[in-house]
């Protein structure tokens, strides 16, 4: 069964704090987003790399950064975490190749203060 | 750039009723789409994706997408809503590249009234 995990299901920080979120997919997926999730926006893309310590910026990579230095692993940084940047962040992956499915986390409800 | 419009955020129909959730697409290269559901505090789950291979597609749970170039849409419906069906909707586009970005809309919330 496929499988991505996100280490968090619910954080709480303080404002000014550096955040990790982490995520792990077992399917050897050259493919990971990271999404966030707010009411009415739908999914924002933030950040996605097709590739180990390749990476691209989505529709709102401002104050935050990525790291993948595995496969399986990618991290989203909140380099200082501000109360805006409350939300419901989801990792996802896909394999390579055109309209490929992309399997989703269960999500990190972040919640800044 | 690639973009989708989901023109409702909100739809209601009644159990037993045909259900229309509208998405328009814009994309420089054919697209691939698909429609994903989330259902209350749970994860994401494909519904269908069209890959060009035909235009009208059939999903899950009795669910269907019709791929209109001329219109650049690609809306979602299904012939009898039932209860179960609440949920929301989201319509996405990937390019035609396989390191392409996966775009969202901002989702249509479905509800069905008994």
């Known amino acids: 069964d496929v499988k991505v995990t996100q280490s968090s299901r619910y954080l709480v920080k303080r404002t000014g704090e550096k955040v990790f979120l982490e995520c792990v997919q077992d399917m050897d997926h050259e493919n990971m987003f990271w999404y966030r999730q707010d009411p009415g926006l739908g999914l924002r893309l933030i950040y996605f790399?097709?590739?180990?310590?390749?990476?691209e910026k989505g529709d709102i990579p401002e104050g935050y950064s990525v790291s993948r230095e595995k496969k399986e692993r990618f991290s989203l940084i909140l380099e200082s975490a501000s109360t805006n940047q409350t939300s419901m962040y989801l990792c996802?992956?896909?394999?390579?190749?055109?309209?490929?499915?992309?399997?989703f986390g269960q999500g990190t409800r972040l919640t800044v203060v | 750039a690639q973009s989708v419009t989901q023109l409702d955020s909100h739809v209601s129909v009644s159990e037993g009723t045909p259900v229309l959730l509208r998405c328009n697409y814009s994309?420089?290269?054919?697209?691939?789409l698909f429609w994903y559901v989330q259902h209350p505090n749970k994860g994401l789950q494909l519904l269908l994706k069209?890959?060009?291979?035909?235009?009208l597609v059939k999903g899950i749970n009795g669910f269907e997408a019709e791929f209109k170039k001329s219109e650049t849409s690609f809306h979602l419906t299904k012939p009898s809503a039932h209860m179960s069906d609440a949920a929301e909707y989201f319509c996405v586009v990937s390019g035609y590249s396989s390191a392409s970005k996966i775009i969202f809309g901002s989702g249509t919330r479905l509800s069905i009234r008994p």
């Open positions: 790399s097709y590739d180990v310590k390749m990476k």
């Open positions: 996802a992956s896909s394999p390579q190749g055109v309209a490929t499915e992309a399997f």
């Open positions: 994309s420089s290269y054919s697209p691939s």
């Open positions: 069209y890959t060009s291979a035909a235009t």
